[in-house]
């Protein structure tokens, strides 16, 4: 195929609006599938996807159609995943903006137009499900034609379920979709723009040839990375790995060549020729890897489980590299992670899949998110106890400056938060939003009935249980969808938990001072429901900072006395062998209890208090 022949597309869609059904379809017009021949959808391969429903991992598929071929690259539509979504633009000439007719204009829809706009990718609007009872098509004409200023001959209506008019739109990629950009006489560059790791054959890179060919045997440089590999393989998804002797320029495919991990073949990384003066070489800008926002403790529930555990995480991560891993340690917990995820389901769907694929028994803390601390102008200061930076990180308790007063200002990060809502439901959003300390930005009119909302929040608020509050206020009714917006000047406070007057370093956490109350109250009631009565009166109080005062505190009241004499006059002597076999046992369940001062506290506690 030379480049005029070649049209690189994806499809882009909120939630459910039937992208994979469409993709299906599209298989099954290039005849690359039979009609039903796989019941599930295929693209939507990993147990956790089918599960879920959602796409996670973008996967790529060459259709071959009167003559041409057509790259789908799929994209994943969930409001955490859109650094997938930007990835996969950067190969993408053209994209089907899905929309369904039943749910019109969406939040992840807004949010994909201004991306491919953005990139100046062609976009070729579709209104799906109109077989479906009583939709109003012309409503969502009206809602493209009012947000995006598309005019209703541009717009395709489909049926991905029943295959209603799906064939033309393969011809309307190949009229409207430009060819990519590529030169097939010059030597080898193509781009990497998605990776996923083989157990035997090591990291697959997913590749855009902008200008020559890959072909096995060839040896290969990367630009970034500077390292020399043979190519061992390269080929197409049609839809499953499909080796060929060479992709050329224009062709997306993927390339075998001994990569250990797939950090070798990270997104946005070149290959090119051996002999090409790196000099020459202009590395792709348009892209930027997101970055983790969200972070949680991850511990084994069995501690002897660690070792399989760390096996399964860095399998696991191999095939996600926008996970990030940091060991950590904790006295209750033992030996575990910090990992740092791209969002709050992001890290669901990574940890339901190392329970699904590898099994694993884990636990996950509540998330957190990622502070910043200016220290003052002072050279002294800085050079003594932040090794002459300026601006520090900071994750947790641990890593809180000791010393409030070096500390110039705090910055907590911020989102931009695009919600579409139902006109009589924006009283009940807006007060969820500023109640979350959020800013109110632009409010547009998607049609009569409903509005697209604008809010700048705190991070912070927003992962611990903001979707969850408001898919309840609004019965489902919202959709939503979030990208990171800087920072912003906070108060924060380290929230200290005692025991019996002991701090236990386990339960300190960073908050901003709002929420600290809150928080409090939150660990506190959690302690009290968790920790059993001792023989003694236990305190529990949470602290601000240095101060000794309550946030919120209580107290689980001692064992009564005369308890087990009460007991043994009453029980007679079978009852007293059932009595001694259960302290026996509680003995050897001593041996699960952490001591904290006198108190004994089951290791389960730390896990009930501390996990999502
Ligand atoms: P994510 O992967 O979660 O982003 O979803 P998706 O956009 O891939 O949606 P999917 O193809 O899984 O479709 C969601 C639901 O809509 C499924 O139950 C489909 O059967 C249904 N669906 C898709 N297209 C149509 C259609 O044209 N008509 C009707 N009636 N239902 C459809």
Same mark, same amino acid.
């Given at each position: ?113 201004w991306l491919a706009f953005d990139r100046s990718v062609q976009i070729i609007p579709v ?15 009206n809602q493209l034609k009012s947000l995006f200023d598309f005019n209703p001959d541009e ?37 990497i723009f998605d990776s996923l790791f083989e157990h035997y054959r090591g990291a697959v ?5 902008? #200008? ?9 440089? @990367? ?37 250990? @991990? ?61 996970? #990030? ?37 884990? /636990? ?145 956490? /960073? ?65 007293? #062998? ?25 290791? #389960? ?8």
């Amino acid at each position: 195929y030379t480049p005029d022949r070649i049209r690189n597309f994806g499809i882009v869609a909120h939630v459910d609006h039937g992208k994979s059904t469409l993709a299906d379809r599209l298989l099954e017009l290039s005849g690359l599938v039979k009609p039903g021949e796989r019941e599930s959808q295929m693209l939507d391969r990993l147990q956790v996807e089918r599960d879920r429903g959602i796409t996670v991992k973008a996967q790529t598929v060459a259709l071959p159609y009167k003559g041409y071929l057509l790259n789908l690259i799929d994209t994943p539509g969930h409001a955490d995943f859109s650094a997938e979504v930007s990835r996969s633009l950067m190969v993408c000439d053209g994209i089907l903006l899905l929309i369904a007719a039943n749910q019109g204009v969406q939040a992840q829809t807004i949010a994909n137009f201004w991306l491919a706009f953005d990139r100046s990718v062609q976009i070729i609007p579709v209104i799906n499900k109109i077989d479906l009872k009583g939709v109003n098509v012309e409503k969502v004409e009206n809602q493209l034609k009012s947000l995006f200023d598309f005019n209703p001959d541009e717009i395709q209506r489909i049926s991905a379920k029943t295959g209603l008019n799906v064939a033309p739109i393969l011809d309307e990629i190949i009229a409207k979709c430009p060819p990519p950009e590529a030169d097939p006489k010059k030597p080898l560059k193509a781009i990497i723009f998605d990776s996923l790791f083989e157990h035997y054959r090591g990291a697959v890179a997913f590749v855009l040839v902008r #200008e020559g060919s890959i072909r096995r045997g060839q040896r290969i440089r @990367t630009y970034h990375g500077e390292k020399e590999y043979d190519v061992v393989e390269v080929g197409i998804m049609r839809p499953d790995m499909t080796p060929v002797s060479a992709l050329n320029a224009g062709q997306v495919g993927y390339v075998i060549c001994n990569m250990k @991990t797939t950090k070798e073949a990270t997104v946005g990384e070149i290959l090119h020729a051996v002999t090409t003066d790196k000099s020459l070489i202009q590395p792709f800008v348009g892209f930027k890897p997101h970055k983790p926002t969200v972070y949680a403790g991850l511990f084994p529930v069995d501690t002897s489980d660690y070792e399989d555990l760390k096996q399964a995480v860095e399998r696991l991560s191999l095939n996600d590299p926008s996970v #990030e891993i940091i060991p950590d340690s904790s006295p209750a917990l033992g030996l575990g992670w910090r990992v740092g995820f791209l969002g709050v389901l992001h890290m669901e769907v990574f940890s339901t899949r190392l329970e699904q694929e590898y099994d694993a028994q884990v /636990i996950l803390t509540q998330p957190s998110v990622e502070y910043r601390a200016h220290i003052k102008d002072n050279e002294t200061i800085r050079k003594k106890r932040y090794n002459g930076k300026g601006e520090i990180r900071i994750f947790n308790a641990s890593s809180f400056p000791s010393d409030e007063s070096d500390i110039e200002k705090f910055l907590e990060p911020m989102v931009k938060v695009r919600l579409v809502v139902p006109a009589e439901m924006m009283g009940l959003v807006n007060g969820l939003c500023s109640e979350a300390r959020g800013e109110r930005g632009e409010i547009t009119s998607i049609d009569e009935e409903r509005m697209l909302i604008i809010w700048r929040l705190p991070l912070a608020e927003v992962v611990v249980d903001f979707f969850e509050r408001l898919k309840k206020m609004t019965s489902g009714y919202a959709s939503f969808d979030y990208e990171p917006d800087g920072w912003k000047e906070s108060r924060l406070i380290r929230l200290n938990i005692m025991i019996n007057g002991k701090e236990v370093p386990e339960f300190s956490q /960073i908050v901003p001072g709002v929420m600290a109350m809150a928080r409090a109250k939150l660990l506190v009631s959690r302690l009290k429901r968790e920790i059993p009565r001792q023989q003694f009166e236990v305190q529990i109080k949470a602290t601000a900072g240095t101060s000794t005062k309550a946030l919120s505190q209580t107290i689980i009241p001692p064992w009564k006395k005369d308890f087990l004499q009460l007991l043994k006059g009453n029980i007679g002597k079978g009852g007293m #062998e059932r009595l001694n076999k259960k302290l026996s046992h509680q003995k050897k369940g001593k041996a699960k209890m952490k001591m904290l001062g006198n108190v004994q506290i089951p290791k #389960e506690a730390f896990y009930n208090v501390l996990k999502n």
